[in-house]
């Protein structure tokens, strides 16, 4: 399996751009996960689906942040517009609960700097 | 509500030293517990997990024990390597919370050789 997959790896942008991070989930996991790791405040759940249903955001920071997961395979975190202090490691997770009691997979993490 | 308290890093070890990474948690009911690990510029991944009291998880060396009396799954390794220089993540599943990871606030580990 190719595990949790996020793209892009890295971004740079300018502060009041768009940015899309995109995360394709192992597959057949029911669940997944956004989260914000920085050294402030450490890692932060944003939200998560079950069967592509948003579940919980509560963590989601405010309005500028979104996210979508149109199906089983692909989710988007979408930050509009784009701020200094969203400066961050995102990283998107999956788990399958029914079968593997909450472990969750984590991709790689996309890297976000805001200018 | 659910918490996971972990020891303050960062920790800093010799080559072959004995290391313990203490954690405590706050739950209602049994929740399975679980250590997860990042090294740098890297995702976190599951190191080893117990789904009931007195269970014991292990891999790579490493190991923790279900302690309900105490509410605690301290991570143990009798011999660290500089390979093992990363941050260590405590956390712990609720059943009725769907797969929902509570984290603690992790533990930096440095080995030195």
């Known amino acids: 399996d190719a595990g949790v997959i996020q793209s892009p790896r890295h971004e740079v942008t300018e502060m009041g751009q768009e940015v899309t991070l995109r995360c394709k989930p192992i597959?057949?996991?029911?669940?997944l996960f956004w989260y914000r790791q920085t050294m402030m405040r450490g890692l932060e759940l944003l939200i998560y689906?079950?069967?592509?249903?948003?579940?919980?955001d509560s963590g989601m920071p405010e309005d500028r942040f979104s996210a979508k997961m149109p199906n089983a395979s692909f989710s988007t975190l979408k930050i509009q517009p784009s701020e200094p202090r969203d400066s961050a490691v995102y990283f998107c997770?999956?788990?399958?609960?029914?079968?593997?009691?909450?472990?969750?997979?984590f991709g790689p993490g996309t890297r976000l700097l805001v200018l | 509500g659910n918490s996971v308290t972990q020891m303050e890093g960062p920790v800093t070890l010799s080559e072959e030293a004995f290391l313990t990474i203490n954690c405590t948690y706050t739950?209602?009911?049994?929740?399975?517990l679980f250590w997860y690990v990042q090294y740098p510029g890297e995702g976190l991944q599951l190191l080893l997990k117990?789904?009931?009291?007195?269970d014991k998880g292990s891999n790579k060396g490493f190991e923790a024990t279900y302690r309900k009396e105490t509410t605690s799954f301290h991570l143990e390794k009798g011999s660290v390597q500089v390979s093992d220089s990363a941050v260590y993540f405590c956390?712990?599943?609720?059943?009725?919370?769907?797969?929902?990871?509570?984290f603690g606030q992790g533990t930096e580990l440095s080995v030195k050789p």
């Open positions: 997770a999956s788990s399958s609960f029914g079968s593997d009691r909450g472990t969750q997979y």
């Open positions: 597959s057949g996991h029911d669940y």
């Open positions: 689906f079950n069967n592509n249903v948003p579940i919980d």
């Open positions: 739950a209602t009911g049994y929740p399975s």
């Open positions: 117990a789904t009931k009291a007195d």
């Open positions: 956390a712990l599943s609720r059943d009725n919370q769907g797969g929902k990871l509570i």
